[in-house]
């Protein structure tokens, strides 16, 4: 099933039994939450590497220096073994890109702009080489941007007023991020969702949807009160569906309650 | 170069040419930066002289910094060059439009100089292509804004450039809305000027090899005029011949180096100062 095998003999993780995997925040994580690195700790939890191998895609910022640096103090090397892709600096990286991105444990992807994201990703082939990571069982996360890239359609509000906007497709629903309820971004998701959106999943900031296969598994959050949420329309009316998310600081709740069969893969509305 | 100064003369301030049609000006540079160096201050001389000429004493300067990924370092640099000068400056940063949302079409077509940041060509397009941006650039060209640009922002107007967005030096396809192709960092890059000459070689259509502080400004129709803010920045004209590929040096007219607006300052108060002693019998 899954075919690729590890490219590199050090590599364990992505074994090939192992799960297509994707974590996609609502926003958090180093990028948002200063001091709180619950998500973060989350995604290299689920690596099987003790010491696993994290790449950080920040394209989505134009690859900003500070975003890098910020990664890097994130994730240093006592936990992990962090390198980044910067595709504006394409002398300075790795020279096979699917080598790389292939042999990690973790992919994160930073927020930013999605629409640059999915230009510069495709003039590269990284949709592809992305696609076959995934499948390989490299766990694929990110926050904002760095989750909608990963869906079928996404609803973004990065520039200016709510748009709709084709993703990688990797994860056949529709994606919101930082969601609030009533604000801006919702009332744009229920109406593309009346308008034929495909049914999807919206998450708050610190809420994050976790994916095994195309089935959303978790929701889990780095703060108490954040929430995932999946929507779908039935003609005219759209359902908003609050999911059970497991906050991540309270270890008690692990393990987290899985999500109902019935919420786990939104059938199109 | 008589191209170049001819128009100049001959124009009313905003733009349009004797037919009433707006002139389509384009600056390919070779390399330029905006630090405060003599070479680097001419051009951008240039380009204010280039702007004046379609929005007059204010013209509205705007730079793209898509290739490089809208770095804050090259934003600060450019407005450091711009702001204090006569001009509104403005930056469109395309990966951060979510804090600093703009109506790309209209802020786009309402300048009168648009100046296109180097770095990867791949991505420049690539990022220009998904907002949708080419377009607008090549309907403010014909609407008489200048287009201007270094690096990966001069090659992108070319059918093809030589690019290193790949890691090491190679072809890609530009917007083609002009003909041939182009190379920058001529000879401060030889690997680039050897992939050039190469893929000219190998059948890429004949163009130009332009070095750092050397450039190729088309004005309306007339043939492109060579400049240099270096004595030593050369502008080539590269062919396909059957004998081989030929790299010709043209004649480049040297951009002056300028004064900076604010010695010039000094030098002006200084001179006032002398007089108004002169007069009053102060200083001998």
Not at chain 2, 77 to 94: I, M
Request: proline share 6%; charged share 20%; with cysteine.
């Amino acid at each position: 099933m899954y075919k690729h095998a590890a490219p590199t003999p050090t590599h364990h993780s992505a074994m090939e039994t192992a799960p297509r995997q994707i974590v996609a925040f609502g926003g958090g994580g180093f990028s948002m939450e200063s001091g709180n690195p619950l998500l973060d700790d989350y995604v290299l939890g689920l690596c099987r590497s003790p010491r696993p191998r994290v790449c950080f895609l920040p394209s989505a910022s134009g690859d900003a220096d500070h975003y890098i640096v910020r990664f890097y103090r994130a994730f240093p090397a006592e936990r992990c073994e962090a390198s980044h892709i910067s595709l504006f600096r394409r002398e300075q990286g790795p020279a096979n890109l699917r080598e790389h991105l292939l042999s990690q444990d973790l992919i994160y992807v930073g927020g930013g702009s999605v629409v640059s994201l999915l230009g510069v990703w495709r003039a590269h082939g990284l949709d592809a080489i992305l696609r076959e990571a995934w499948e390989a069982g490299v766990v694929l996360c990110g926050l904002s941007a760095g989750s909608l890239c990963w869906f079928a359609e996404a609803v973004t509000g990065f520039h200016g007023s709510p748009r709709r906007l084709r993703g990688l497709g990797l994860l056949p629903y529709s994606n919101c991020v930082h969601y609030e309820r009533g604000g801006e971004r919702s009332d744009a998701y229920h109406r593309f969702l009346r308008e034929g959106m495909v049914s999807g999943y919206a998450a708050e900031d610190g809420a994050a949807l976790h994916f095994i296969g195309e089935r959303l598994s978790h929701v889990v959050a780095s703060r108490p009160r954040a929430r995932g949420y999946r929507l779908d329309a039935h003609a005219d009316r759209v359902v908003e569906m609050q999911l059970a998310t497991t906050y991540l600081g309270d270890a008690r709740a692990r393990p987290g309650v899985p999500v109902p069969e019935a919420l786990s893969t939104a059938a199109a509305g | 170069m008589p191209a170049a100064s001819g128009s100049a003369a001959g124009e009313p301030p905003n733009g349009r040419g004797r037919a009433g049609a707006p002139v389509r000006r384009l600056l390919a540079l070779g390399g330029h930066d905006f630090t405060t160096s003599p070479p680097d201050r001419a051009v951008c001389e240039l380009l204010l002289r280039l702007a004046a000429k379609r929005g007059g004493e204010r013209p509205r300067i705007c730079l793209l910094p898509t290739a490089s990924g809208d770095p804050s370092e090259q934003i600060g640099r450019f407005y450091a060059a711009f702001s204090e000068r006569a001009c509104q400056a403005s930056d469109v940063s395309l990966f951060r439009l979510g804090r600093r949302p703009v109506v790309l079409r209209e802020h786009l077509l309402s300048q009168d100089l648009i100046y296109v940041g180097g770095g990867s060509m791949v991505n420049l397009l690539a990022v220009w292509e998904a907002h949708g941006v080419a377009a607008i650039l090549a309907e403010a060209w014909r609407r008489g804004t200048v287009l201007a640009g270094q690096s990966a922002g001069a090659m992108c107007w070319f059918e093809a450039g030589i690019t290193k967005s790949s890691g090491r030096a190679g072809v890609a396809q530009g917007l083609s809305m002009l003909p041939g192709s182009l190379c920058v960092h001529y000879n401060n890059e030889p690997d680039r000027r050897a992939a050039y000459l190469e893929a000219v070689e190998a059948g890429l259509p004949d163009g130009y090899g332009l070095d750092d502080y050397a450039g190729l400004l088309w004005e309306g129709d007339a043939a492109p005029a060579a400049v240099a803010a270096r004595r030593r920045a050369r502008v080539y004209r590269v062919r396909r011949r059957p004998e081989g590929v030929t790299e010709t040096p043209l004649p480049a007219r040297l951009l002056p180096s300028p004064v900076p607006a604010a010695l010039r300052e000094d030098i002006l108060e200084f001179r006032r100062l002398r007089a108004l002693r002169r007069r009053t019998g102060r200083l001998g």
